[in-house]
């Protein structure tokens, strides 16, 4: 006879505890036992019990539990289950971390993990083959526009797995937020009733409200040059900016224009010439607000950094040539100032589409989420590569259900205030997927290919290289723990399912553009791996938390405008610039959402910073705990470096990095 002690852990969310009765089995190499509790689990307790089996069941293998219901099946959330075994028996761990319903029984393998060859014991390769055979009927593929990655099938957020839901605090707050923000437009909309809407001072009738100290700033110097500048390096869309290597060929100098082309080749050889080129927007339809026509333009700006480090602007054309238009207009920093203003503010509107669709909507959420899927549906529990990633899909699928049911379906706010709603979004991001290249989504490869590496006061370039060698370290660190050889890499199905599953389905075919198809060594799978994590955290941290400030100010980055892109400078007046720019309730919606996805989420979880141990042994909790040393140390440069700054970049402090992509 040994006696065991039994430790449940139930979750701390709304409603994660349950008055149904659980039933519990412990299962070893030698036998299993039923244990008599009366286990009824209340929310965030860990409740321990004390019982004698009759037999030796020898290494523990699984628990296996059951819950009972009468009338209502009230679903438990179980954290994990720890049993120490009689005499000096190490405690196992059984991690869950997963809502339990329905009365069927519920096997928890020992937390250990183990790769597909390491299984000596058959009962656990039955276990994982059952486990993904289960998955891949609740985690299935669907198109939801042709020619975009593809996404979990769930059409709406209730046809979502359970443990891809938000938990209801989330759930409340997403929901109270929407509500909170739809009662300020209202309140915006009948303070502006009677006002005028004649002048840029106008636009301080709406700028109250939920605002950072930033957007403040962000309002008294928006008409900057400089501060214009700054946005293409260091703003909500970093991504854009590459030094030049040769003038680009849509830049039609007329004759007259020596000088500037003078100035333009003079900075080009001191490769201090830098370019925007907003050419994927060429061609997308416009969108049509309450019956009135909307406009793009697909800008091209070139910019200059002065010895100082500062970047300027040189030269804006909105439009590219047309064989059958006239040579675009050139807008000059010397121009009547109200041109200038109108030209920059068609740039900004420009980068407020690429920003959302590409860069974010794009580069982070969806290509999250087919990482999501992907882990669902290729890797089970006990794959080490599972445990190192599930903190990171954490409320992934249901904010990208929610976008796609609400931001940017039919009747969303796109189309209800974005100049590319009403269809040019979708258009926008098939070209994006058609261009969207594995090296792109690695820091150290695109910032190399975009010519910013060592760029002075590239604050978004700086930090994102640490971040990504700090998050290769820990890649690193857990990946050596499981795979000790290349062949053991190449070896690994379950892997190579995984990677040929993002690259060929959720990708679409996406090893054209440099994706992998499978892991020949364990570099190319760290690399991979590390993309994967950076991605879900860091990059989706550095081009959201901008929106709240830099786009709060609507005239700084308006979604939409109103008047075609200017042909001449002497005739742009005030009424031009505000009949371009967003009316009051196109304004309104854009503060509203920028709020609503830029502020800090409540239950955040900081990089790194997850409660769920997934991982069995002291080794990987070595690596998570230098890891979060690592970020630990990073947040303290960062926080020095930003004391001496008057524009602190603060969106890849690690505080600020969610650990997933939730909002």
């Not at 969310?13 to 299993?32: P, Y």
């Not at 061609?283 to 480090?309: D, F």
């Not at 700090?470 to 857990?478: D, L, N, Q, T």
């Not at 991982?615 to 909790?621: E, T």
Request: glycine content about 6%; some cysteine; charged content about 25%.
């Amino acid at each position: 006879m040994g006696r065991y002690r039994i430790r449940v852990a139930t979750g701390a969310w709304l409603f994660s505890g349950s008055h149904n009765r659980v039933q519990l089995w412990l299962v070893g190499a030698r036998g299993e036992a039923e244990l008599e509790l009366q286990l009824r689990p209340a929310r965030g307790e860990e409740e321990e019990f004390d019982r004698d089996v009759a037999e030796d069941l020898g290494l523990l293998q699984f628990v296996r539990l059951r819950k009972h219901h009468w009338l209502v099946d009230d679903a438990w959330f179980c954290d994990r289950i720890t049993v120490q075994g009689p005499g000096a028996c190490a405690e196992a761990a059984f991690p869950c971390y997963r809502w339990v319903q329905g009365e069927d029984i519920l096997s928890l393998p020992e937390g250990t993990a183990r790769l597909p060859g390491d299984n000596a014991l058959d009962v656990f390769q039955k276990h994982r083959e059952k486990e993904l055979k289960d998955r891949q009927q609740i985690y299935c593929w669907a198109t939801w526009k042709e020619g975009l990655p593809l996404t979990i099938a769930a059409e709406r957020k209730d046809d979502l797995p359970p443990n891809m839901r938000f938990h209801e605090e989330k759930r409340l707050d997403f929901e109270w937020t929407l509500k909170a923000g739809a009662l300020e437009m209202a309140l915006k909309r009948v303070y502006t009733l009677l006002s005028s809407w004649n002048c840029l001072e106008d636009f301080d009738q709406i700028f109250w409200g939920q605002k950072s100290a930033l957007a403040e700033k962000v309002h008294r110097c928006w008409q900057d040059d400089e501060l214009f500048a700054y946005q293409f390096v260091n703003g909500a869309n970093p991504m854009l900016l590459r030094r030049s290597t040769s003038l680009p060929s849509r830049l039609a100098l007329p004759s007259g224009m020596e000088e500037l082309r003078a100035q333009l080749e003079k900075e080009l050889q001191n490769g201090s010439l830098f370019e925007a080129d907003f050419i994927l927007l060429d061609g997308i339809p416009a969108n049509v607000i309450r019956g009135e026509k909307q406009y793009l333009a697909a800008p091209l700006v070139m910019l200059k950094m002065e010895p100082n480090g500062k970047l300027l602007p040189m030269v804006i054309q909105i439009q590219p040539p047309n064989p059958s238009s006239p040579t675009p207009t050139l807008f000059l920093p010397s121009d009547p100032p109200l041109a200038w203003l109108l030209a920059k503010s068609w740039v900004r509107n420009s980068d407020f589409q690429l920003h959302q669709l590409q860069y974010h909507l794009l580069n982070t959420h969806l290509v999250a989420e087919v990482i999501a899927v992907a882990t669902m549906r290729c890797l089970p529990g006990l794959h080490p590569i599972f445990k190192l990633l599930i903190p990171h899909i954490r409320y992934t699928m249901e904010i990208n259900t929610r976008a796609r049911t609400q931001l940017i379906s039919d009747g969303g706010i796109f189309d209800k205030a974005v100049s590319t709603g009403g269809g040019g979004h979708v258009q926008l991001l098939r070209r994006a997927t058609a261009q969207l290249t594995y090296c792109s989504l690695c820091p150290p490869d695109d910032l190399a290919d975009r010519g910013l590496l060592g760029l002075p006061g590239a604050l978004y370039a700086r930090d994102a290289l640490r971040l990504w060698e700090i998050i290769a370290r820990y890649v690193e660190g857990i990946v050596h723990l499981f795979y000790q050889r290349d062949d053991v890499v190449r070896g690994d199905p379950e892997l190579q399912a995984w990677c040929r599953e993002i690259t060929e389905v959720g990708l679409c075919q996406a090893q054209d553009r440099g994706f992998p198809v499978s892991f020949q060594s364990q570099s190319q799978l760290c690399h991979f791996l590390t993309m994967c994590i950076f991605t879900c955290t860091a990059q989706h941290a550095a081009i959201n938390q901008g929106q709240l400030d830099w786009y709060a100010w609507v005239p700084n980055a308006p979604c939409t405008m109103r008047m075609p892109p200017p042909t001449t400078k002497e005739d742009v007046t005030m009424a031009t610039v505000m009949g371009s720019l967003p009316d009051v309730q196109q304004a309104c919606l854009q503060m509203a959402i920028s709020w609503h996805l830029g502020r800090r989420q409540p239950d955040m979880v900081p990089l790194g910073h997850h409660k769920e141990k997934y991982f069995s042994g002291p080794k990987p909790k070595a690596v998570l705990n230098q890891f979060r040393t690592d970020l630990e140390n990073l947040e303290k440069e960062i926080t020095a470096r930003n004391e001496q700054l008057d524009w602190p970049y603060e969106y890849l402090k690690p505080s600020r990095i969610e650990n997933s992509v939730t909002i």
